[in-house]
């Protein structure tokens, strides 16, 4: 396969459109990109921000957050494929010039290996807090093949990442179904009164991740932030501690390692944490954060939240009842695992190319 070598910024060009009044006035779709690479609704109080310092980014765009620290040894970076919407002052919004040399989604796509975060953490530059600035992304070089063999690599990432969607919503619809028997439970509960989240669920920090690879999952604040070969958790639910996305809420049969970016959640009732997850899942925990340039939970926060009366029977029928539910949607998720390796064995391989052809 013959590659080109080029400069990001020989193929991309800075988009730098603030929000102001005009022909695009009051976007007000106000968007925060994960360190996974995708555009989410940001859940900042938008009540007090003044939206029309906010950058436009437009369908087909990229954006990215210059800031790398504690952000997972990643940087958030994305293409837009939704409406247009409006971005944070500090991140950079660029498009690609030239669409017959590269293919946005190519682009995306090489965006995603790991070892694009790894050269974007070690080319960023500060004291408190570190960028990877738009020159030295810029600088970046990239082996580019034909645009026929972009579009063969682009459209077997997608075959994969469908499945993957396919599989997600249908872990969604089986939740739901757990939440409609949750709140009917929660309907009788409340009318015996009231308790607290302490009476139910025992908290606890996570600890720093190790540096080890392996296939144990490591959770971070949203979600699984990569594997390792250690655990210090087993069978627990875990809600984000710190950052926009605290209060997310994720529940883990198997071992795995939570994070310091973590709370670890065990029941005082029963083996199982079904009903752990479906409750701190109703709360609404990023509500009760506290700070605001860093949001925070603490488990004297959760602790104090208050909740319905639940008795211990009912919380024991509760996961009984949904425990095989809860089977499927492991099944799903596990095939999702296999599926999100896949895409890493994709990206890596496409890395090795690249590397392969930069040292020929």
């Known amino acids: 396969m013959a590659y080109r070598k080029y400069k990001l910024g020989d193929l991309v060009e800075q988009y730098d459109e603030i929000n102001l009044s005009g022909e695009f006035a009051d976007i007000n779709d106000l ?24 950058r436009i980014c437009r369908h087909g765009m990229f954006s990215y957050n210059r800031a790398t620290s504690r952000n997972g040894e990643k940087i958030s970076i994305a293409l837009r494929t939704g409406g247009d919407c409006i971005v944070s002052p500090s991140y950079y919004c660029f498009r690609v010039k030239d669409e017959y040399v590269l293919c946005p989604e190519y682009l995306d796509i090489w965006f995603k290996r790991p070892v694009f975060d790894r050269y974007a953490r070690f080319n960023s530059w500060g004291s408190a807090t570190e960028f990877f600035t738009f020159d030295d992304f810029c600088a970046t070089e990239i082996m580019l093949p034909s645009i026929s063999e972009q579009r063969k690599i682009i459209h077997d990432y997608q075959v994969i990442t469908d ?5 997600r919503k249908m872990n969604e619809k089986l939740e739901t179904v757990c939440n409609t028997y949750f709140d009917s439970i929660t309907k009788v509960a409340s009318q015996r009164g009231s308790g607290h989240l302490e009476d139910y669920i025992n908290f606890g920090n996570g600890k720093a991740r190790p540096s ?5 999952p490591v959770y971070g604040g949203n979600g699984i932030m990569s594997y390792t070969n250690e655990y210090n958790e087993e069978n627990v639910a875990i809600i984000g501690r710190v950052g926009a996305y605290c209060g997310s809420v994720f529940v883990e049969e198997n071992c795995c390692w939570v994070s310091d970016n973590a ?6 009732v029963t083996e199982d944490e079904y009903f752990d997850y479906c409750l701190l899942k109703r ?26 009366a639940y008795t211990k029977d009912e919380i024991c029928r509760f996961n009984q009842t949904v425990k095989s539910i809860f089977k499927n949607i492991r099944h799903y998720g596990a095939e999702i695992n296999k599926l999100e390796k896949l895409l890493l064995i994709l990206l890596s391989s496409l890395a090795v190319e690249m590397k392969s052809e930069v040292s020929a």
Request: charged share 15%; with cysteine; glycine share 6%.
């Open 283 to 308: 709360m609404n925990l990023y509500s009760h954060h506290v700070g605001t340039g860093q949001q925070l939970l603490t488990q004297s926060i959760l602790n104090a939240i208050s909740c319905a």
């Open 212 to 216: 080890t690879i392996g296939d144990i």
């Open 263 to 268: 709370i670890v959640a065990n029941s005082k």
């Open 31 to 54: 968007q925060g990109i994960n360190s996974n690479k995708y555009f989410q609704e940001c859940k900042s109080n938008k009540n007090d921000i003044d939206l029309y310092r906010y």
């Open 163 to 167: 499945r993957i969607e396919l599989l």
